[in-house]
């Protein structure tokens, strides 16, 4: 039998992860290689420190409050949000690839560009579920690898470009993914004959309101433990930024340049691809408290690795161990927050997720700037190892008693 939902999710699937695709890509210049266009502008580490601090600190603020107003149900809906979204980040590219501005106007262009791409993350997760009132689940493991093959792509690419041309050239990348991005957004949604063909399932619309319209008390109350696991993510994410924002200056002590942070990234990025393809299938064979907790140990061996690497080559192997850290951990937390929340909860459940890696970028950038002025790289990440180690001990706590409705998470 010809089964019009099935075509219908095949042609979402495929947009969906061209959408996931370019998001991620665009994160390559705009966070992977801000220190690079950053201290091309001739910016100091502390200054990058700041700029970047100021952008996490926006997006907290931003997700947290666009956390409780998209909804379906309200003016305010997931896609129109994306796409305004997505014309101030395109603007604000455009504006960068122009330059020509004031050392300060140039920061305040580059915290807004980092506030809004951040902000971005929670709601491009989110619209994995955009469907489900109609019964089409899309393939979040699938779309998020597509995110995984374009930054692992564009990487070593923009790092080329860095080297060859100049630092300059960076925001052209995040111009033209944004860009991409624009046009999907636009069709990411089902025209009259596929609203026809899958009409909504039944549902409790009320119960959804009332809990999407609760204060934050309230939606703590609903879940209890889940402000316990967001305080431990947290501090893996304060050990992600500060390698992250500072992979330049680390690679800069072990012998690397601008080519290596772009060959490195790629390794990383490409090490996430096989998780996220196999997430699928791995979530129905291991419980998702399980999941996250060996992401949370990996986060923390990873920049372990990362120090104890003698050469540029030592410090390559240590990325491979992205895989089973943050590759794991991303779509783990996205189906973590979908399965265990009620209906009205999931996009704030996503936004306070977001807002916590972005808290950890604000601790990383505020205090490693001039921790890597004052005492170098080794100390940078001697301190991101402790940090890090007590955020796993605290999300496997956190995870423990409440996550027996992951089990059987597709």
């Not at 915290?111 to 791409?117: F, N, R």
């Not at 809990?211 to 609903?222: I, K, L, P, Q, V």
């Not at 923390?300 to 895989?323: C, N, P, W």
């Not at 790289?377 to 190892?385: E, K, M, R």
Request: hydrophobic share 55%; with cysteine.
């Amino acid at each position: 039998m010809n089964n019009p939902g099935h075509k219908i999710r095949r042609v979402l699937n495929a947009k969906y992860a061209g959408i996931q695709g370019l998001y991620y890509g665009s994160l390559a210049p705009v966070t992977a290689f801000a220190s690079a266009y950053l201290l091309h502008q001739g910016l100091d580490n502390s200054q990058i420190g700041v700029v970047i601090a100021l952008g996490s600190a926006g997006a907290v603020l931003l997700q947290t409050a666009l956390g409780s107003l998209v909804s379906e149900e309200r003016r305010l809906s997931l896609r129109r949000t994306v796409f305004l979204l997505l014309l101030l980040l395109l603007g604000l590219s455009l504006a960068l690839c122009a330059g020509g501005f004031p050392l300060g106007l140039t920061m305040a262009i580059y915290v807004c560009l980092l506030t809004l791409a951040q902000a971005l993350l929670p709601l491009v997760s989110s619209m994995n579920f955009m469907f489900e009132a109609r019964g089409i689940t899309l393939n979040f493991g699938m779309s998020r690898a597509a995110g995984s093959v374009a930054y692992a792509a564009l990487s070593p690419v923009i790092g080329w470009a860095a080297a060859r041309f100049s630092g300059a050239s960076i925001p052209w990348f995040s111009a033209l993914t944004y860009g991409g991005m624009l046009l999907l957004v636009a069709g990411f949604a089902l025209g009259p004959a596929a609203q026809k063909a899958l009409p909504l399932c039944c549902q409790d619309r009320a119960a959804r309101l009332a809990a999407a319209s609760a204060n934050a008390r309230g939606f703590f109350r609903r879940n209890p433990g889940y402000l316990a696991f967001l305080a431990g993510v947290t501090l893996l994410f304060v050990n992600l930024s500060a390698t992250q924002t500072f992979f330049l200056q680390i690679l800069r002590a072990k012998g690397g340049d601008g080519m290596n942070l772009g060959i490195a990234t790629a390794i990383g990025a490409a090490a996430e691809i096989p998780m996220m393809l196999a997430f699928s299938w791995l979530s129905r064979k291991v419980q998702c408290a399980t999941l996250i907790r060996v992401s949370a140990l990996f986060f923390t061996l990873k920049t372990v690795g990362i120090f104890l690497a003698q050469d540029i080559g030592s410090l390559y192997l240590a990325q491979v161990l992205h895989m089973l850290g943050y590759a794991l951990f991303i779509p783990a937390g996205v189906y973590y927050v979908d399965r265990r929340m009620a209906e009205g909860d999931k996009v704030k459940g996503q936004a306070y997720l977001g807002s916590t890696m972005a808290l950890g970028g604000i601790a990383a950038s505020l205090a490693g700037g001039p921790l890597l002025d004052a005492f170098g790289p080794q100390v940078l990440l001697q301190c991101a190892i402790v940090l890090s180690a007590l955020g796993t001990v605290i999300v496997m706590w956190a995870t423990g008693a409440r996550c027996a409705t992951c089990e059987n998470m597709v």
